[in-house]
């Protein structure tokens, strides 16, 4: 089992820039592939970032976001720069076996989401 839990949403203005963690518990953290997604209100939850044996990005936030991983935290970090306000969203953290996926229904592991608000 894993638990997943995020921190580090807010509010911040166009052009700004937040730093999401997922703290992870349970087994075999360095074996695991791990992803954001969000979820914006009426919108499907989508793919941002995923970090495993490589890491992929959602094109819109190729660099602007970056996903990384402490191992010896059993953290991953979402650093977002130049945030814009189409990046307004619930963001969730997730986790699976297997190789790096853009398909959410692949992750087996989520977190509750923290919220990421960027204002005009």
């Known amino acids: 089992q894993v638990q997943l839990v995020e921190s580090g949403g807010g509010l911040v203005q166009t052009g700004g820039s937040l730093r999401l963690s997922c703290a992870a518990s349970?087994?075999?953290?360095?074996?695991?592939?791990l992803g954001w997604f969000r979820q914006a209100p009426g919108k499907e939850r989508e793919f941002v970032a995923t970090?495993?044996?490589?890491?992929v990005y959602k094109d819109s936030v190729k660099g602007r976001f970056t996903i990384s991983r402490d191992k010896a935290k059993n953290t991953v970090y979402l650093q977002m720069n130049r945030l814009e306000p189409e990046d307004t969203a619930v963001y969730h953290c997730?986790?699976?076996?297997?190789?790096?996926?853009?398909?959410?229904?692949?992750?087996?592991?989520w977190g509750q989401g923290t919220q990421v608000t960027v204002s005009s």
């Open positions: 349970g087994r075999a953290f360095n074996v695991l592939t």
């Open positions: 997730a986790a699976r076996w297997g190789p790096v996926s853009v398909v959410s229904s692949e992750y087996a592991y």
């Open positions: 970090i495993g044996g490589n890491t």
